[in-house]
């Protein structure tokens, strides 16, 4: 079993930036493939960001058009924990933002289905 617990999101203005933790349970977290997803009220989970160990033994990350350039996910093997540094936000970046993880590289963490655990989110409010 997998548990992830997230902090770090809050109230900012348009342009500003938050940074996104989560902290997650695992011996081998190193070789765990790492999302963020976010929904916003009325509307679909979506895809924000995935790292995970590539085949040619780097890691490996990809993000979606809305958010690549402004977005960046990163990892600290040593803390078992994942961040998602956020800049340059928008208004349309408001949601509820969650951590994501599978305990291989198997998938290409795209979607909800690559992953088996979730942790409880953590709300992103970016004012105009």
């Known amino acids: 079993q997998v548990q992830l617990v997230e902090s770090g999101g809050g109230l900012v203005q348009a342009g500003g930036s938050l940074r996104l933790s989560c902290a997650a349970s695992?011996?081998?977290?190193?070789?765990?493939?790492m999302g963020w997803f976010r929904q916003a009220p009325g509307k679909e989970r979506e895809f924000v960001a995935v790292h995970r160990w590539s085949r040619r033994s780097i890691y490996f990350a990809d993000y979606p058009d809305s958010v690549r350039g402004r977005f960046t996910i990163s990892r600290d093997n040593a803390k078992n924990t994942v961040y998602l540094q956020m800049n340059s936000l928008k208004p349309e970046d408001t949601a509820v933002y969650y951590c994501a993880a599978q305990p291989t590289n198997l998938r290409l963490g795209l979607t909800k289905g690559d992953y088996d655990y979730w942790g409880q989110g953590t709300q992103v409010t970016v004012s105009s």
């Open positions: 695992g011996r081998t977290f190193s070789s765990f493939t």
